[in-house]
């Protein structure tokens, strides 16, 4: 056909803008159609935005149920109120594959669905604008960290996530059978990113941790992607908070530079308080502040604690980020930090953004027979920990680092009511599939 010969490929959504004037060849999913006086428009969305296509009866899609992959040739001619400034004068239409009828209606601006629904049908549901900005958002976070942590020095790494041994402690563990032994799902690449400081210094990995927690909350996965770095030659767990002060901060100004159409999902974001340095309350303060005493229940913060320490940190310093530290050693993993001037005070700390812990960090021990005596202390074999206690061997520095939750962070940065609408095939107590 003639006007088939003139077109060289495909024209993406994000490229349309600069094709006005002449034709062009796109692709997409029929996301909505409306007829209005003997013309029809139609909306297509690609992998990168929505195009607006104007097409009659004869070219038309008249019949191709919506969300069809289809194909339009056309000529591109400005118009200011289409998307991109520039519509698509249809001069052919096809359907490439036909879609079948849909468990719910996609094309409204809000996605009015219960959250079951929404993850049965996640291959449909995730292509809703509104869906589809958090895993571009996900995907900022984590260009962001990745960028930033480059440029600190740091070299990224990926550590086993089959492992023969716990990290974060004996409860949570997924167990597998690993050729007739006994192995689990990693719970952190805690192990390895402290062996790899021995050899890089400075080591980040971004990967999916996994945490058998039997809870079924608005804030566990079992499943979730973990940002972690591991540093040496540190003077204290002050260093690393200056560290997350400053990726954290990268990260939130990488996702206010996401072009976000949903206007309430666009002012949470801007709306993000993070001043230059980030406040820092002691465990022992929070407790004042939530007027509890020392006790069983005063060796961490409860979720509402978290969000009253938040409320805080945002009427006092006008941030909604806040640094819970000093935290009772006891209820940290053996390989934490004490501090050498308060007796059973740890040297780590939480990030709370919006209420919510979104960090955790600190010291770790460094020398061989700390390890020994942490893990004796707490009941654990150390032979369970032989190649890593190796490390420890052979001239450690004062090292520490972080694991920040992805998911959660999206959660509270979109202002999302649950952190399985931050996972694309979220893994929860009841949910394998998709
Ligand atoms: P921790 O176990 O506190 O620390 O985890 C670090 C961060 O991971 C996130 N997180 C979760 N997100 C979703 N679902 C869960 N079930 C879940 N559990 C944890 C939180 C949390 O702050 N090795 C240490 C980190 C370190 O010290 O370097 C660790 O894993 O955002």
């Known amino acids: 056909m003639k006007h088939k010969e003139q077109l060289v490929g495909r024209t993406t959504s994000a490229q349309l803008p600069a094709m006005a004037g002449r034709q062009a060849l796109v692709m997409g999913w029929l996301q909505s159609r409306r007829s209005m006086g003997g013309v029809t428009f139609y909306v297509l969305r690609d992998g990168w935005g929505t195009m607006q296509v104007v097409g009659d009866a004869q070219v038309g899609l008249a019949d191709a149920s919506l969300e069809s992959a289809v194909s339009v040739i056309g000529d591109v001619v400005a118009e200011d109120r289409a998307p991109g400034g520039v519509e698509i004068r249809a001069l052919e239409m096809q359907v490439i594959a036909g879609a079948e009828t849909l468990p719910f209606v996609l094309s409204k601006r809000t996605l009015n669905l219960s959250l079951p629904m929404m993850l049965d049908h996640a291959a449909l549901s995730l292509r809703h604008p509104q869906r589809r900005v958090v895993f571009r958002l996900a995907d900022r976070l984590m260009a962001a960290f990745r960028e930033v942590m ?107 530079a996401v072009p976000v159409e949903l206007d309430e999902v666009s002012k949470e974001i801007r709306g993000v308080r993070a001043p230059k340095r980030f406040p820092v309350i002691q465990f022992s303060d929070a407790l004042q502040i939530l007027g509890q005493t020392n006790g069983p229940a005063a060796e961490d913060l409860a979720p509402h604690d978290e969000m009253e320490i938040a409320r805080w940190a945002r009427e006092e310093h006008g941030s909604d980020f806040v640094f819970v530290t000093g935290f009772p050693l006891k209820k940290r993993p053996f390989y934490t930090h004490p501090d050498p001037e308060c007796e059973g005070v740890s040297r780590s700390f939480d990030l709370l953004f919006r209420g919510l812990e979104i960090v955790t960090g600190g010291q770790r021990l460094h020398r061989y027979p700390d390890y020994l005596r942490a893990l004796g ?49 979220p893994r929860t107590l009841t949910r394998l599939d998709p």
């Open 150 to 256: 480059r440029a600190s020095g740091f070299t990224e790494i990926q550590t086993p996530k089959l492992t023969g041994g716990a990290a974060e402690g004996g409860a949570n563990l997924f167990s597998v059978d690993y050729f007739g032994r006994e192995a689990y799902l990693a719970q952190s690449p805690q192990l390895y990113k402290q062996m790899m400081v021995g050899v890089y210094e400075r080591v980040f990995e971004v990967g999916p941790v996994f945490r058998a927690e039997p809870h079924d909350t608005a804030r566990h996965l079992n499943q979730y992607t973990s940002l972690d770095a591991e540093m040496g030659f540190i003077r204290d767990h002050t260093d690393v908070m200056g560290l997350v002060e400053g990726v954290v901060s990268a990260m939130v100004r990488f996702a206010q």
């Open 377 to 425: 202390e707490r009941g654990l074999s150390s032979a369970a920990f032989v190649g890593y206690l190796e490390s420890f061997r052979w001239g450690m520095p004062p090292h520490g680092g972080f694991g920040m939750g992805l998911e959660r962070f999206v959660m509270k940065l979109l202002g999302l009511g649950n952190v399985r609408e931050a996972a694309l095939f």
